[in-house]
């Protein structure tokens, strides 16, 4: 199979695995503080994958240029923090309602992604390709809301206003981050691009939660979701960052961005499967619309 393929099929398990994360397992953390949760789910396979493999790796980072270090440090905090705390903060402010203007927001991922790569990478578009990222966009936006605009009158106007301001703050991120992690991927593995994001990621986020007084949080934590965040960090942690980075090697920062919308249709399945939420027929429209999208994408890249 051509190395583009594979490349877009592992991107796309890495964000599907994401949305397994977002409807089964990160919801029966709700009573623990953000940050820490955060926290805790980059701090334990970063432990872990020092026992194994943590001599080798910081060797291979003591020979790292110190303009990639610069690079790992910012998909750390753009990825690993800033996102992940930003869009948590967005869904707070609109109380978790269920299709808001937040998801939407999100969407515009691709559109950062996409001007970052050009001015870092240089990457050349492929054909069609800024069509085929609108329909795309379009596709998961019928899959998303249907025919009908955000919901958002449930909330107040001030609260609406901040939560897209942390939506998009959450957008640029991850975006930024997956531009970035393209760039570092040049001159070393992606197992040495996982291992370096999460120590990044785990000395970052050691001291938001040191600041925030939540480390006290470890002695509240249930075996259950001890048992929780070891299936987070096999599944969707660091076991789909490191599909997600392979993944990366083979395709453009601009078509993983678009193969990150996965994510959405992953969570709409796992929705139906866990939850019992039922798909519209025009959501299987929407559905499919961004699945053929993310096929033309990858097929027509240069």
């Known amino acids: 199979m051509d190395k583009k393929y594979i490349g877009t099929i592992l991107v796309c ?13 990160t919801p029966r953390l709700y009573h623990l503080k953000v940050p820490f949760v955060v926290f805790m789910v980059h701090c334990l ?16 980072i003591s020979h ?25 903060k967005s869904l707070f402010l609109v109380n978790f309602q269920h299709l808001t203007v937040v998801t939407l927001l999100q969407k515009a991922q691709p559109i950062f992604a996409l001007i970052l790569a050009r ?12 069509s085929w990222v609108l ?22 106007s001030s609260n609406v206003f901040k939560a897209v301001l942390y939506a998009l703050l959450a957008a640029f991120s991850f975006g930024s ?26 000395v970052i986020t050691f001291f938001i939660v040191l600041a925030n007084s939540e480390l006290n949080l470890i002695f509240k934590v249930t ?14 942690g660091s076991g789909a960052i490191l599909l997600y980075y392979r993944g990366l090697r083979y395709i453009d920062a601009s078509v993983a961005t678009i193969c990150e919308l996965s ?34 994408i990858s097929k027509n890249q240069k």
């Open 64 to 88: 790292l240029p110190k303009k990639d270090l610069m690079f790992y440090f910012l998909v750390a905090l753009f990825g690993g923090c800033i996102g992940t705390l930003s869009i948590v």
């Open 223 to 236: 075996p259950f979701e001890w048992f929780i965040f070891v299936i987070i960090g096999i599944t969707s």
């Open 45 to 60: 396979p970063f432990v872990v994958m020092s026992i194994f493999i943590g001599k080798r790796e910081i060797k291979n």
């Open 13 to 25: 398990f890495a964000a599907s695995l994401w949305g397994f994360d977002s409807i089964v397992l």
């Open 119 to 130: 001015i870092i990478l240089k990457e050349k578009l492929g054909k069609n390709f800024l």
């Open 177 to 202: 981050a997956t531009v970035f992690g393209k760039r570092i991927l040049s001159h070393s593995s992606f197992v040495t691009a996982l291992y370096t994001r999460y120590f990044f990621t785990t």
């Open 263 to 296: 994510f959405p249709i992953s969570s709409v399945v796992f929705d139906y499967i866990f939850n019992r939420h039922f798909l519209t027929p025009v959501q299987f429209m929407g559905a499919a619309a961004l699945i053929f999208a993310i096929l033309k």
């Open 135 to 156: 329909f795309a966009l379009i596709g998961g936006y019928v899959m998303t809301f249907e025919f009908t605009l955000p919901r958002v009158a449930e909330v107040s």
